[in-house]
């Protein structure tokens, strides 16, 4: 069985302050359970929340790194840089990144190498935008994204790889997919892990949907089959809604 995975994205969202003021409220809101929880927040955040976390079972991640171990590049960070200060996932190719900061699908690809060599677990992000699915190009363009992004990694990384399906219409939008839409596409994703790889590993994967999820509308992704989880973006900054989506 899959465990569900439900992970904020704060994008640049929050500062030190806030961030504490975030993992006070959440902590005493929060009860483990089978859910996986993670927050994705800026780089200076990162320390503080790997403190105010320790202890529990919710994961901190970083929202990307550099494919490079070292070297003159100006303004970035290293997975080894992120392994260091306890941080466990890296959300990697995100559209914001795809579209404001020209990563390709071959950094992407060499990004999730270079996390997986560190152990950062990866959230791989792929999704259409609004004329591509219009044109009825969704599935062409997602399963181009996939298998472009997981070119030469080997299969025993795939079963720790979590994919978060981010159609880029619904992001931001406050249009999410529909619960069918989102399972359709989280199933095919699966079916190109399958053909890429086996069914085994395809039915290990971790899939994600993100775009626009808040505290009304996860339980209907939830529970749809394909759909093991949600990377959440607005949503994640308030601890009393982001609890709300993780004790879906
Ligand atoms: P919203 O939940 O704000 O639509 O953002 C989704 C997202 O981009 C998460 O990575």
């Given at each position: 069985?899959?465990?569900?995975?439900?992970?904020?994205?704060?994008?640049?969202?929050?500062?030190?302050?806030?961030?504490?003021e975030f993992s006070e409220k959440f902590l005493k809101l929060y009860v483990p359970s089978d859910v996986q929880v993670a927050i994705c927040a800026p780089y200076t955040q990162l320390s503080t929340?790997?403190?105010?976390?320790?202890?529990?079972?919710?994961?901190?991640?970083?929202?990307?790194?550099?494919?490079e171990e070292s070297g003159a590049f100006t303004g970035e960070i290293s997975a080894n840089m992120l392994k260091e200060i306890g941080v466990d996932y890296c959300i990697i190719g995100h559209s914001e990144r795809r579209q404001y900061f020209a990563e390709t699908d071959e950094t992407v690809n060499k990004k999730l190498k270079k996390a997986f060599e560190y152990n950062i677990l990866p959230i791989l992000c792929v999704g259409e935008k609004l004329e591509e699915r219009d044109a009825g190009k969704e599935f062409d363009v997602v399963k181009a994204q996939v298998i472009k992004a997981l070119d030469r990694i080997p299969e025993a990384s795939i079963e720790k790889l979590t994919i978060a399906y981010e159609p880029v219409w619904a992001i931001g939008t406050g249009r999410n997919a529909t619960p069918e839409q989102a399972n359709e596409m989280c199933g095919f994703i699966r079916?190109?892990?399958?053909?890429?790889?086996?069914q085994e590993t395809a039915d290990k994967v971790i899939i994600q949907y993100g775009g626009s999820v808040k505290p009304s509308n996860i339980t209907e992704l939830m529970n749809m089959y394909e759909?093991?989880?949600?990377?959440?973006?607005?949503?994640?900054?308030?601890?009393?809604?982001?609890?709300?989506i993780v004790n879906f």
């Open positions: 069985m899959r465990k569900p995975f439900i992970a904020g994205n704060w994008k640049m969202f929050k500062n030190i302050k806030e961030a504490k929340l790997v403190e105010s976390f320790k202890g529990t079972a919710i994961k901190v991640g970083a929202q990307n790194m550099h494919y079916s190109v892990i399958a053909e890429l790889y086996s759909i093991d989880g949600a990377l959440v973006g607005g949503a994640s900054l308030n601890p009393t809604d982001f609890i709300e």
